[in-house]
Nanobody, 115 residues
Framework: QVQLVESGGGLVQAGGSLRLSCVPS????????MGWYRQTPGKQRELVAS???????TYADSVKARFTISREYAKNAMYLQMNSLKPEDTGVYYC?????????WGQGTQVTVSS
């Protein structure tokens, strides 16, 4: 069973930056297309960024040009660099697969952007 551990969230002012990290308990990046998801109250969890096994990246329109997804095989970690943060970026961020989900989901990491 793969466990996903997210970290790096916090409270930041609008315009600030944060870098989120995702470390799975097994080495899955070479075999799994991965993504970062955002959960806000009253809304469905949405995919904000994804990276394929071959390194191709895609972004939701709402974060394009501000967020960057990457991974580091040596550290078995995936990252989400978030710049120019906006209050609407507030939410709990999770990492997981894109084509299928590892269950249970991790606890996520809270990002709060103040105006």
């Amino acid at each position: 069973q793969v466990q996903l551990v997210e970290s790096g969230g916090g409270l930041v002012q609008a315009g600030g930056s944060l870098r989120l990290s995702c470390v799975p308990s097994l080495r899955i990046f070479s075999s799994t297309n991965m993504g970062w998801y955002r959960q806000t109250p009253g809304k469905q969890r949405e995919l904000v960024a994804s990276i394929t096994r071959t390194g191709m990246t895609t972004y939701a329109d709402s974060v394009k040009a501000r967020f960057t997804i990457s991974r580091e095989y040596a550290k078995n970690a995936m990252y989400l660099q978030m710049n120019s943060l906006k209050p609407e970026d507030t939410g709990v961020y999770y990492c997981n697969g894109v084509d299928f989900f590892y269950t249970p989901w991790g606890q996520g990491t809270q990002v709060t952007v103040s105006s």
